[in-house]
C-alpha cells in the first residue's frame, strides 16, 4: 500500500510548484493585487461548499467511531471559523455575488462531487489530505503574517498546531485505509491550477 509520504514524493514536482507559487508568496508580503485576491476567494468560496459536502461523505463512510468523531469536529470548525473569514474577506473586497466556476474550480467540484457519491472513505480522505497538507506546506513557509489581517488570518487559518495536527491525523488515516494515488494526482494538479487561475 503507498504511503502518503510516499505520494507526495512521487508528485513533487507539481505539490513544489503549488506551494512555491508567485500567490504565496504575494500572500506571504501582503502584496496580492485585489482583483487576484478577489478572484481567487470567490472561486475558493465555491470551493469551499464542495469541500463542505465532502467532509460530511467522510463522517459517513469513515470505519470507525474515533475517525468519524474527529473528522465531525473538523467540519464544525470550517463551518464556524472560515466560513466567517470568507464573509469578511468577500466583503471587503467588493464581491457580492457568487462567481462563475474558473476551469480549475470545476474540476475541484467534480473530483470532490464524485468522491462524495462514490461515499469511498479512502478516496474522500485522500482528496482532503492534498487539500490540507498543501496549505498546510505553503502556510509554513511564508514568513510572519503581514499587518492586515485580510493576509494574517487566512494564512493564521492554515498553520498552527491545531491545524498540523488534523493534518498529521489525515496522513495516519490514509496511510490506514490506503491512499487513491489517481485522486492524489488530480488534486494536486488542481490546487496548483487554482493559483494560476487567479491571475487571469
Ligand atoms: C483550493 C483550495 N484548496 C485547499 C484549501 C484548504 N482548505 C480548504 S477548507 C480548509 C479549512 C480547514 O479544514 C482549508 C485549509 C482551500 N481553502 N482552497
Known amino acids: 500500500m503507498i504511503t502518503s509520504a510516499e505520494l507526495r514524493h ?7 510548484a ?5 500567490f504565496v508568496d504575494e500572500l506571504g508580503a501582503g502584496t496580492v493585487d485585489d482583483a487576484v485576491l478577489a478572484r481567487y476567494l470567490a472561486q475558493d468560496a465555491l470551493f469551499l461548499d464542495a469541500f463542505v459536502a465532502l467532509l460530511g461523505a467522510a463522517v459517513a463512510a469513515a470505519d470507525r467511531p474515533g475517525p468519524r468523531m474527529v473528522v465531525a469536529r473538523q467540519l464544525g470548525l470550517v463551518a464556524g471559523d472560515e466560513d466567517d473569514y ?6 471587503r473586497l467588493g464581491v457580492d455575488a457568487p462567481a462563475e466556476p474558473l476551469a480549475p474550480t470545476s474540476g475541484f ?3 470532490m462531487d464524485g468522491s462524495r457519491r462514490s461515499a469511498d472513505y479512502a478516496t474522500a480522505m485522500t482528496v482532503l489530505l492534498v487539500a490540507e497538507w498543501l496549505y498546510l506546506d505553503w502556510a509554513q513557509r511564508v514568513g510572519d503574517e503581514p499587518a492586515d489581517w485580510l493576509y494574517a488570518e487566512w494564512i493564521a487559518l492554515h ?5 498540523a495536527a488534523w493534518v498529521a491525523f489525515l496522513r495516519a488515516e490514509v496511510d ?3 491512499a487513491d494515488e489517481q ?7 488542481l490546487e496548483l491550477a487554482f493559483f494560476d487561475a487567479a491571475y487571469g
Open 10 to 16: 512521487r508528485h513533487a514536482e507539481v505539490w513544489d
Open 18 to 22: 503549488a506551494v512555491g507559487h508567485r
Open 86 to 91: 470568507f464573509a469578511r474577506a468577500l466583503a
Open 109 to 111: 467540484l467534480a473530483l
Open 159 to 163: 498553520r498552527g498546531p491545531a491545524f
Open 176 to 178: 490506514r485505509v490506503g
Open 183 to 189: 485522486a492524489f494526482a488530480r488534486a494536486v494538479e
